[in-house]
């Protein structure tokens, strides 16, 4: 009955009269959230980019994309290939309802000339829920 008790104060589903016995259903999330890349497509040469300096300066670029999930995206995390570390992404929610969260993320990277490097997402969500690991090739030139 504790548990019971407990989980129905968190979700502030219990109402209790004198003598009475609370119960409650608690929901698990064990769904996933979903992860897509959206800037710069998979492969693009940026040296080949000449209009859009909102997606790289110098030898920074801007990854970018979104995130969604039933309840909510606690984070997004990168890492950068030859590398162990994970890091975090800017994360932004863009629209909500009763069934879905959405959300923008987005880093920086630095990316030499000749060079390529893939890099790696994943995400969270409130229940520890982690989603698949996708990568994107970026290339600055031939390498």
Known sequence: MTRTFLAALAVGA??????????????????????TFGAPSNGLDLSTVTDDRDLFDR???????????????????????????????????TSSNDTLQEYAWAFRVKISRKSHRRVYIRAYDDAKNESDIIGRLIMRGNS
Request: proline residues 2%; positive net charge; without cysteine.
């Open 59 to 93: 030898s920074k670029v801007t990854v970018s994309g979104t995130a969604s999930d039933a309840t909510r995206v606690a984070q997004v995390q990168y890492r950068v290939e030859g590398s162990h570390r994970w890091r975090r992404a800017t994360l932004i929610r």
């Open 14 to 35: 219990l109402t209790l009269a004198a003598g009475s016995r609370a119960s409650a259903q608690v929901a698990v999330d064990t769904t996933s959230p979903e992860i």
